[in-house]
């Protein structure tokens, strides 16, 4: 079963940047499209990006455009979000997921990777 596979969480402190990555585990998988979520503590998961191959659409969660950035090869099936002038309520556990192509519906999730901005 094809699994999705996140890295790059960590602690960091405010204003500072950090890039996660995301690929599934068999890379001639083919993909629809791919996303990142979150899941601040205490609340419901919520989108932060997708990025649809088709065409290179890309969607942004209208409050974090413009400090996050969404990217990726899609040859390999791997999505970067690229995180700038990070802030507290950015503390969440970040997910990836991906839309196979026959269902374009979001099946295969990740684990999830923790980010914490802390001071």
């Known amino acids: 079963q094809v699994r999705v596979v996140e890295s790059g969480g960590g602690l960091v402190q405010p204003g500072d940047s950090l890039t996660l990555s995301c690929a599934t585990s068999?890379?001639?998988?083919?993909?629809?499209?791919m996303a990142w979520a979150r899941q601040p503590p205490g609340k419901e998961r919520e989108f932060v990006a997708a990025?649809?191959?088709?065409?290179?659409?890309?969607y942004y969660d209208d409050s974090l455009k413009g400090r996050f950035t969404i990217s990726g090869k899609r040859e390999q099936n791997t999505i970067y979000l690229e995180m700038t002038n990070l802030e507290p309520e950015d503390t969440a556990v970040y997910f990836c997921?991906?839309?196979?192509?026959?269902?374009?519906?979001?099946?295969?999730w990740g684990q999830g990777t923790q980010v914490t901005v802390s001071s």
């Open positions: 068999e890379p001639t998988f083919t993909t629809f499209a």
């Open positions: 990025i649809v191959w088709s065409g290179g659409r890309i």
């Open positions: 997921a991906a839309a196979p192509e026959d269902t374009r519906t979001y099946d295969v």
